[in-house]
């Protein structure tokens, strides 16, 4: 979460809840760093070795008309809050061994268009303030991929991701789609598929935030929790998902706790989809769209997102 230069709850100046497949924005200004809901059925999978590689898109529309408080309580702020994002994602899978499994690597470019409004009560009337930001946001990469398929039907991968503080920043902006911050995820994600097609898939991940040396904010580790449970129809696989998201520390501000120590969390669920039909021209698909509830100093709101993906 973020610090104010008002003197307001500090859940007031909340920036943008980011849910895209690439590097996003910060808990600081009350948004998560890493992107939401990426990551459902076939978590666990990578695509296998190619010429050239795997090419993925994902488009994703976040939005909140309300901010939650420290107690999850609804804020008196006012909130428009609307993020939408394309990213493009490569992968590269080989056939080199590591650790037992496979080596992979890939890299995520994502843009982001986003705008906030929020109504501020005040002694002297209502104080509106609006914030826009349209642009590359933080490059994310993850040097160290390695697969395994330990057994039939059960498929995991380890990564280790970077998020580079690549993206557009001003620190007196009241949106920005970069952090200003490094961030490392070390993360782990599985697949199940029972032979009569039902589907359990999950991948979690902790990330560590760099200092803002902007602001002097460095906010806390955070637990990332995103799953799907479903059942293959022929090319599809119908079911839910979500994602449950809690700051495991406090954020700090030139060392110190900031005020309470700020921590968020939020959770959400809803129906999930994708296709594949193995030999046909079409890409994978993945789409969902999902509700969030349970949110603690952060925006509460909608997600909807679809994934596509190509082997060269």
């Known amino acids: 979460m973020s610090p104010t230069s008002l003197s307001i709850p500090k859940i007031l100046v909340s920036a943008a809840a980011l849910t895209l497949a690439g590097a996003a924005h910060s808990v600081e200004s009350g948004a998560p760093i890493t992107p939401f809901g990426v990551f459902d059925f076939g978590a666990g999978m990578l695509p296998p070795p190619s010429d050239v590689a795997t090419v993925g898109m994902r488009a994703a529309a976040y ?40 080596y992979a690597f890939s890299a995520v470019v994502p843009y982001l268009d986003m705008s906030n409004k929020l109504t501020i009560p005040t002694p002297v009337g209502p104080l509106p303030l609006k914030g826009t930001n349209a642009a ?36 007196d902006r009241l949106i920005n789609s970069g952090s200003n911050h490094w961030t490392a995820s070390p993360a782990m994600a599985f697949t199940w598929i029972s032979p009569a097609g039902l589907e359990v898939s999950s991948n ?33 696989t119908l079911g ?5 998201y809690q ?11 900031f005020q309470d120590g700020n921590r968020s969390r939020v959770m959400a669920l809803g129906p999930a989809i994708s296709f594949f039909e193995l030999g046909s021209d079409w890409p994978l698909i993945w789409a969902h769209a999902y509700k969030e509830f349970g949110a603690r100093n952060r925006s509460q709101g909608t997600q909807f997102a679809v994934r596509a993906a190509w082997t060269f």
């Open 136 to 171: 590359v946001g933080d490059v994310t990469i993850a040097p160290v991929i390695v697969k395994w398929a330990p057994s039939p039907g059960l498929f995991v991968n380890g990564r280790l991701e970077l998020q580079l503080p690549t993206g557009s920043y001003r620190a």
């Open 63 to 102: 939005s909140a008309s309300e901010l939650r408080d420290t107690r999850g309580k609804v804020s008196p702020v006012g909130i428009k809050l609307k993020v939408n994002s394309a990213a493009l994602a490569i992968i590269k899978s080989t056939d080199v061994p590591l650790l037992g499994g496979t």
């Open 240 to 244: 839910v998902g979500g994602y449950l």
């Open 247 to 257: 700051q495991l520390a406090d954020d700090k501000q030139n060392g110190t706790k």
């Open 204 to 236: 979690i991940q902790i990330n560590f935030h760099g200092k803002n040396k902007d602001t002097q904010y460095q906010s806390g580790a955070e637990y990332q929790h995103e799953f799907a449970i479903g059942q293959h129809v022929g090319p599809w």
